[in-house]
């Protein structure tokens, strides 16, 4: 291979590696003859058009380059995400476990599978891959990041939080592991840390619109004027009305009418509170982030 | 390799094209629309998330439980056929219990969902159908309970 075509399979795969997949696209666009069907070709086209989440295009190069170069771990790793990323979770199971079948012990290959049990809702089969994938990896942060997803599937929060703090301990910078770190912070109320680890990966994203859905909500409950709907976001919000209904029925019981009105009518306004507040807080800050 | 761990689980069981709904937004359907609507709403969204047959028989069963505990609620705090609020509030409280409990067997699934990153079906239709459909299914069920007793 001539030198001017192999430094540029190292800048796509340098693209790739700092985050921009669309120059990686560029860069292997300008590949001909022998060297467009370079292993690392399929490797980083496949790599960046799944980063892009054009997932098909992603499965067509991917299989091209099995058919080309065999069962490559690496390949087969990347078929499987882009394949579970599609929503074909069977065909997903199927190249993990053909690469699983190569070498049974790649934590990589043990956590793509765990996370398409885990999209399945195999979530004891998933949380025991992790585990495995955790002995032969102990310290990876995707180890952390796998068990804080099994802890967000069976519905952990506080075990989610502390394994992405964990993942995110090992790289503060991973947008994956802030997004989990911002979702468990949501959910075990702390709104002020979820925004900030939400703000940060929707900031390395700026393509993803979930994350900027879920940075945006994050600031919303930041908002002074949503203080009071804090419980909501605590407890599950049928949880409190059976509370108010609870406290306004003793509160009748106990010969306490006058108060129980009291109650009832605080706890009307609350509820209507409740509904009309997000929504004009939301239209506030949506044109304030200009969009 | 006879690698338990290893061998493929994944089934043709989850339909991925079929979109379940938000599951707070049922509370709503229970808070309006009573013990028989929320069942069926959690039953077609517990198809819809891939919830094993047995989580789906115990949401039916959680609804049948829901609805004798209404009719007894309803018998023993009525007088002649004139409802209080209270007994409305009870059956309220019972509807939204219910429902709890069927969100609780729902959610494992429903977190798959949220994992696989696809968007959810909206329920306004179904969820509007249900509340008067149901809910007058309901008051007439309970009503007549009230009759025979």
């Known amino acids: 291979m001539n030198e001017p075509t192999e430094a540029r399979l190292q800048m796509a795969g340098h693209w790739l590696q700092i985050g921009h997949p669309e120059r990686t696209l560029d860069e292997l666009q300008g590949l001909w003859g022998d060297a467009a069907v370079d292993y690392r ?55 993990y476990l053909q690469g699983l079948s190569l070498d049974p012990s790649e934590p990589d290959l043990l956590l793509g599978y765990a996370l398409v049990c885990l999209a399945a809702g195999q979530t004891e089969k998933a949380a025991a891959l992790v585990e495995r994938a955790a002995s032969f990896a102990p310290e990876s942060a995707a180890v952390s990041s796998a068990r804080a997803q099994v802890a967000f599937a069976q519905g952990r929060h506080k075990d989610m939080r502390r394994h992405s703090k964990k993942a995110l301990s090992v790289d503060p910078e991973d947008p994956g592991a802030q997004a989990l770190h911002g979702t468990a912070s949501m959910l075990t109320g702390d709104a002020r840390t979820g925004y900030r680890s939400l703000a940060s990966a929707a900031a390395s994203n700026p393509s993803d619109a979930d994350l900027r859905a879920a940075a945006r909500e994050a600031k919303l409950m930041n908002h002074p004027l949503l203080r009071p709907l804090r419980p909501f976001q605590r407890f599950n ?44 807080v939301r239209r506030w800050i949506n044109r304030r982030w200009g969009s | 390799m006879s690698d338990e761990l290893l061998r493929p689980t994944i089934g043709a069981d989850i339909d991925l094209s079929t979109r379940p709904w938000r599951l707070m937004s049922q509370a709503y359907v229970a808070f309006f629309g009573g013990v028989i609507a929320t069942t069926v709403i959690a039953t077609v969204n517990a198809r819809r998330l891939g919830v094993p047959a047995s989580g789906r028989r115990l949401i039916l069963l959680a609804g049948g439980i829901g609805l004798v505990l209404a009719a007894i609620s309803l018998v023993l705090l009525t007088d002649e056929l004139t409802a209080s609020s209270g007994t409305r509030v009870a059956i309220r409280v019972i509807a939204v219990l219910t429902c709890l409990a069927q969100l609780r067997i729902q959610q494992p699934m429903d977190r798959a969902f949220q994992l696989r990153g696809t968007e959810y079906k909206s329920l306004w239709g179904p969820g509007i159908a249900a509340v008067i459909g149901c809910g007058l299914l309901e008051v007439l069920l309970l009503a007549l309970v009230v009759i025979a007793v």
């Open chain 1, 41 to 95: 070709a399929y490797l980083f086209r496949g790599a960046a058009l799944h980063a892009l989440d054009r997932n098909d295009e992603a499965i067509a190069v991917l299989r091209d380059g099995l058919t080309h170069y065999g069962p490559a771990l690496p390949l087969l790793q990347l078929l499987g995400s882009a394949l579970r990323a599609a929503g074909q979770l069977k065909e997903a199971e199927s190249a």
């Open chain 1, 237 to 280: 919000p049928l949880v409190v009305w059976i509370g108010a209904v609870a406290i306004i029925y003793g509160l009748r019981f106990a010969g306490l009418r006058p108060l129980a009105i009291l109650f009832a009518i605080g706890w009307f306004a609350f509820c209507i509170y409740s509904w009309v507040a997000p929504p004009l």
